[in-house]
């Protein structure tokens, strides 16, 4: 979780970036000892192919973890796109004050879906809903990005 709010916080110091990939290789390949992969059999080319190669036996909820990591990656270098998409279609005062908003949204974006994480006390919580949560909220924000730019 610090690793993320230190990308987070490194995201904001850029004005031009909409966000960053919040998992690095290793979240994604996780390990038991540092060497051996606890899920070599995980197809990592797509978020789709990572869960079609989930094995249903044990630790199924942690294999969907990952693949909703790579899902999230690939989001934000889409919500990063369209972010840049609409920055070029912008004046000068425009693109300040979004870029203001985009980091305002990141923040709160983070905060919402810690908050996701912890409670309430109905339904899922934990890290699966964290994830799940950064990823709804994304793809609503690469949408309201896409309209605004045309």
């Known amino acids: 979780m610090k690793k993320l709010l ?19 290789e290793k979240d994604l390949k996780p390990t038991l000892d540092g ?19 989930v094995d249903l036996g044990a630790m199924k909820n942690s294999q969907w973890a990952i693949c909703d990591k790579l899902e999230l990656n690939i989001l934000d270098a889409s919500l990063n796109s369209s972010y840049q998409l609409l920055r070029k279609k912008l004046d000068k005062e425009q693109k300040e004050i979004l870029t203001k908003g985009q980091k305002s949204w990141l923040n709160f974006r983070e905060e919402w879906c810690l908050f996701e994480q912890v409670g309430p006390s109905q339904g899922p919580m934990g890290e699966a809903r964290y994830t799940s949560c950064l990823i709804e909220m994304t793809e ?9 730019s045309e």
Do not use: H, M, W
């Open 140 to 148: 609503k924000q690469i949408n309201r990005l896409k309209a605004l």
């Open 35 to 53: 060497k051996n992969l606890i899920f070599p059999q995980l197809n990592l080319s797509s978020p789709e192919r990572c869960r079609d190669s």
């Open 6 to 24: 230190l990308i987070s916080a490194t995201v904001f110091s850029f004005s031009n970036i909409a966000c960053a990939a919040p998992y690095g």
